[in-house]
């Protein structure tokens, strides 16, 4: 006797109603404030360099084309429109992430993304405190550091801290076998993990800003006032739950190559695959990025905090095990 397959969905008739109200509320902030929402290809030629982003291929087999991947996040393409005058513009996307699978994670989820020409990082952490706490009806968030953050809550200093000292702090959760093919990137990753993120926009949302500069991503790099590089990135974090990233984005077409070229030696250093970069990118940015800040919001986990439900597949009609 086999086993009857689960048709039903996971989320309930209530929480399906409060999606539709949720991607409502996302269209009417946008259209008061002139944002114009676009659509992009959720299977694109091209995957991400991003050494903890890892894609899901497709085959594809087309006139001219041969293999491919479903999108993480479609900033890249986004970004063209950008480059080709869209001026200011969102999108709701289905985004796939590979691995991805926990309370809080499903490889296929609902993303929000949106760019904004001539604001910087602050400027969009007030939209979106905006767009959040007007969805939520919460308080406005506090801001603190990555350096403050890991202070108070962690009892270090991650800019200051030696390699040897972070490597004998992350003991405590690890064997130092464990460790010994680890990054002082993904060391400092546990230390948030298991000591910062659980704590962080306890009673009031709290946005992480200044990042380390080998944690930018696509985000420009500067000087902190004690001479440490950090960069224009920033979260937001409500009751431990990480709900969005942004960043002041960066436009130099070289630095961005740069830094593609160096997540590539780092897939290779890890033993992952080496990710073709996205030319027809690189080439926007060649022609010319606008000035604009950019932010990716997981909406699955803001229906989430909105429903009060403690599993991402509450509030999915189906998750990837009833897909």
Known sequence: MTDQPVWQPSASREHLKSR???LAWVRGFFAERGVLEVETPVLGRHGVT?????????????????????????EYHMKRLLAAGSGCIY???????????GSRH????????WYRAGLDDTAMMAEVADLVCGW????????????????????????????HDLYQYCQQWLEPE???????????????????????????????????ASQAALARVVS?????????????????????????????????RARFE????????AGKPEMAVDQSFLAALDAGLPECSGVALGLDRLLMLKTGAERIEDVLAFPVERA
């Open 20 to 22: 539709a109200q949720q």
């Open 50 to 74: 991003d050494i903890n982003l890892d894609g899901i291929a497709a085959a594809v087999n087309a006139a001219g084309v041969s293999g491919g991947w479903l999108q993480t996040s479609p």
């Open 91 to 101: 999108q709701i996307a289905r985004v796939f992430r590979n691995g991805e699978r």
């Open 106 to 113: 499903n490889p296929e989820f609902s993303l929000l993304e």
């Open 136 to 163: 939520l009806g919460c308080d406005r968030p506090d801001v603190l550091t990555y350096r403050e953050a890991q202070q108070t809550l962690a009892g270090i200093d991650p800019m200051a801290i030696t390699d």
């Open 178 to 212: 464990q460790l010994a093919g680890m990054g002082r990137d993904d060391c400092l990753d546990l230390v948030m993990s298991f000591k910062v993120e659980p704590l962080l926009g306890r009673g009031r949302p709290v946005f992480i800003t200044r990042y380390p």
């Open 224 to 256: 902190d006032d004690d001479g440490y590089p950090v960069a224009h990135r920033f979260e937001l974090y409500i009751d431990g739950l990480e709900l969005c990233n942004g960043y002041w984005e960066l436009t130099d077409p070289v630095e961005q």
């Open 262 to 269: 160096q997540d590539n030696r780092r897939r290779k250093a």
